[in-house]
């Protein structure tokens, strides 16, 4: 398990690993995230060993998609469907706000 990292010689693939790990541990899917992490990692070990930090990099940030959605479920999943479109509703006025200015 990637508790913690060892630097390797690409710094934006140790950064990346670093962030997600880190948003997964604070919003409490760290056992989901390393879950989905390792059954990427069996579905493209050719491709890593093959291509090597090149195709890490490429998979840890397409697992950022997912990870957002665990983040997102994990948010959400105390709220109401009246709270959950209030926060909608009020991100939506915000872009609104942003585009007239």
Same mark, same amino acid.
């Given at each position: ?17 670093? *962030? =997600?790990?880190? #948003? ?6 760290? /056992?989901?995230?390393? @879950? &989905? $992490? ?28 997912? *990870? =957002?959605?665990? #983040? ?6 105390? /709220?109401?469907?009246? @709270? &959950? $479109? ?16």
């Amino acid at each position: 398990m990637i508790d913690k990292p060892t630097r390797i010689g690409n710094s934006e693939l140790y950064n990346v690993r670093v *962030l =997600n790990m880190s #948003v997964a541990r604070y919003y409490g899917v760290q /056992k989901e995230y390393v @879950e &989905l $992490l390792t059954k990427a990692r069996n579905k493209h070990k050719h491709e890593l060993e093959k291509e090597g930090e090149k195709a890490e990099l490429k998979l840890y940030n397409s697992l950022k998609y997912d *990870l =957002n959605l665990l #983040v997102l479920k994990q948010i959400t999943k105390d /709220k109401t469907k009246e @709270e &959950l $479109l209030d926060i909608i509703n009020s991100h939506t006025n915000i872009l609104e706000q942003k585009n007239e200015i």
